[in-house]
């Protein structure tokens, strides 16, 4: 498993950034029984970088909280069949790894979101990061069931993890 991370603002968080992203990588991939090592890429920015990438990759010119940028175009959530039968375009020719996508979060939303639903930082973040690892496994939250099985999901990792609100 590899991760990698870039914090482009002068936000410093009570946690260490690629810890966390590790465990829930792990947590994440180890419940969707992906049968590979991944690779995962964090970029923390701020709520104008982040409505920069919102505006350009999503045609929405507003700030958000986490973007995901899945590499694999899933037919079924969590089946990653698809990535093996396209090698050359999921997999790191140097590592094996695979490429799971991109992460893009919005610090000033994290320290926002998390005073608003009285949680920790780090709470806040960890979800966040959850969520958009489950993005990066092909799901999605367009009708109620799809939000209800992503937000099962995303607090049973987050419970396994010991990352409870408080």
Known sequence: ???YVENETDQVFPFD?????DRIMDAVTQMEQCPYETTVNLLVTDNEGIRAYNRDYRNIDRETDVLSFPN???ERA???????????DYFDPDSGELLLGDIV???????AQAHEYGHSVLREFAFLTAHSM???????HMTPEEAAAMEH?????LNRLGITRE
């Open 17 to 21: 950034i690629r810890e966390l992203l």
């Open 134 to 140: 489950f993005h990066l496994c092909g799901y999605d």
């Open 78 to 88: 969590g089946d990653f069949s698809l990535a093996e039968q396209n090698e050359a």
């Open 105 to 111: 979060i919005s610090a000033d939303r994290v320290e």
């Open 72 to 74: 694999i175009p899933f």
């Open 153 to 157: 999901r995303q607090e049973a990792v």
């Open 1 to 3: 498993m590899t991760s």
